[in-house]
């Protein structure tokens, strides 16, 4: 193949397109449990997730919800992914074996933000959140009915595989993915006389983008390693449906999302979608939740 600007040019659109169809060859789990929050600075703050609004009898003047001060801030990164293609590819006219390539680095970047989330996840029993205790801990502090500050948990620990039931109906979910540049366009340096081309014969494709990914409120999501079973799932249960906020006030939340490994799937499918146990028994649990298979969290 001769190399000139039109070939270059070519191959280029045949790159792109092949990185394209990666983009849209599957679908992405994240914003099942996590709300995508767009960034337009270096970092963002969340101290309002200290603070959440409610509505009260207009009776005199105004209460103004001031955010509480927490001070939780997430700093965008940086990340990248780039595919050199051998000027000797070129000449002997060998560039379908990079179509495959570029559509699998499509695909990575599409997956990319769920596996930023999913580890994260798994990272909650021992990363903090914005009230400054692990997302799953057993002494988040919240103001009782009387002011005074109690314990309250989201965790019954454990040592097996991480298991998670949430509501993830609310506007923010539990999970906040904050996205500055999406990881959409394939960008290439593939001029003659570029130093990569010049020092290296290789032209180069790439992709990049910023995020980041931290916590929302722990309220809307049980963390265990104990094992899966109809007992522990309906301590999650109880334990989110009874959540409050700060002087007592009902959360109104309802899990209906249990977030598992594939060596949980069994177990979560026999306590949220058989409707007989116990060789005939009526599954109070049956249709409760609907069961997510993460292979992320394998």
């Known amino acids: 193949m001769e190399i000139n600007h039109a070939t270059l040019r070519s191959a280029g659109v045949g790159f792109n397109a092949a990185f394209q169809r990666g983009l849209t060859s599957g679908s992405s789990l994240k914003d099942r449990i996590a709300t995508t929050v767009r960034s337009t600075t270096k970092s963002n703050e969340y101290g309002w997730l200290g603070k959440v609004p409610r509505f009260r009898e207009w009776i005199g003047d105004r209460v103004i919800n001031a955010l509480a001060k927490h001070g939780y801030t997430l700093t965008n990164r ?10 000797d590819d070129f000449d002997d006219d060998n560039l379908g074996i990079y179509g495959p390539l570029f559509e699998e680095m499509g695909a990575a970047a599409l997956i990319f933000p769920d596996e930023l989330i999913f580890e994260l996840l798994k990272l909650g029993f021992s990363t903090n959140c914005y009230d400054g205790q692990y997302f799953f801990d057993t ?34 979910r539990p999970l906040i993915y904050q996205e500055r540049k999406p990881f959409t366009n394939l960008i ?35 963390g ?9 799932y309906e301590t999650a ?17 309802n899990p209906r999302l249990l977030v598992v490994p594939p060596a949980l799937e069994g177990a979560a499918r026999a306590i949220v979608a058989s409707a007989l146990v116990n060789g ?9 939740a609907e069961v997510l298979v993460v292979p992320l969290l394998a």
Request: hydrophobic share 35%; net charge negative; glycine share 14%.
């Open 78 to 87: 940086s990340f990248e992914n780039t595919i050199g293609v051998d000027r």
């Open 139 to 172: 002494d988040h502090p919240v103001l009782d009915i009387n002011g005074k500050v109690i314990s309250v948990a989201n965790t019954d620990g454990g040592t097996g595989p991480a298991w998670f039931l949430m509501d993830a109906s609310r506007p923010l």
């Open 188 to 222: 290439r340096k593939d001029k003659e006389d570029d130093d990569n081309v010049f020092f290296r014969k290789e032209f180069l494709y790439g992709a990049d983008g910023r995020c980041q990914v931290g916590f929302g409120f722990w309220q809307q999501a049980w």
């Open 224 to 232: 265990s390693k104990q094992p899966l079973n109809a007992e522990t």
């Open 237 to 253: 249960r109880v334990a989110i449906g009874g959540m409050k906020g700060d002087f007592g006030r009902p959360l109104n939340l």
């Open 280 to 288: 005939g028994e009526s599954n109070k649990w049956a249709g409760t």
